[in-house]
């Protein structure tokens, strides 16, 4: 038997005044767009924002429905959006933010699985990964320079499927 161990490999930025510029903009693209979330059930609103190659900001919120696997989160309402409308333009940057009802959020809440297998996906399709900065309501802002191998180390990829 051999333990294999993976690590994640995060920076970790105590205010937003230690980002860059279009850092800021980027997470507080993802902040406004928690406004145009739908999350009438969870009461728990997540914001996301992509930058993209051509400098286009794209937001996505959670769009919940009653019916609940009917739903869909922030990150695929966005990157969706982003694949249909600008196709073959890579996304650079997400910015990834939460705001619940109940009580202040201090910490990121990471994408679900099948999020982080759609943006893995967008990853291998144009071949670099996409720079995920995340922060809760407040607190501190994380940023992985590797996109979705932070968070998701053994991805199901397209080389599984050939034979």
């Not at 980002?19 to 997540?46: C, E, G, H, M, W």
């Amino acid at each position: 038997m051999d333990l294999i161990k993976k690590e994640i490999l995060l920076q970790r930025y105590t205010s937003a005044a230690e980002l860059t510029a279009a850092d800021r903009t980027l997470l507080n693209a993802a902040k406004d767009a928690i406004q145009l979330a739908y999350a009438p059930y969870s009461a728990f609103y997540v914001g996301c924002a992509l930058l993209l190659a051509n400098g286009e900001i794209i937001k996505g919120s959670n769009q919940e429905n009653i019916a609940f696997p009917s739903g869909l989160c922030a990150e695929r309402v966005a990157i969706f959006y982003a694949g249909s409308t600008y196709p073959g333009v890579t996304i650079v940057s997400m910015a990834i933010t939460v705001k619940a009802t109940e009580q202040v959020v201090a910490e990121p809440a990471m994408s679900c699985g099948a999020c982080l297998q759609s943006i893995s996906e967008y990853e291998m399709r144009q071949k670099q990964p996409i720079r995920t900065i995340l922060q809760g309501e407040i607190g501190d802002i994380y940023i992985s320079e590797i996109g979705t191998r932070s968070f998701l180390p053994f991805q199901f990829e397209m080389e599984s499927l050939k034979r």
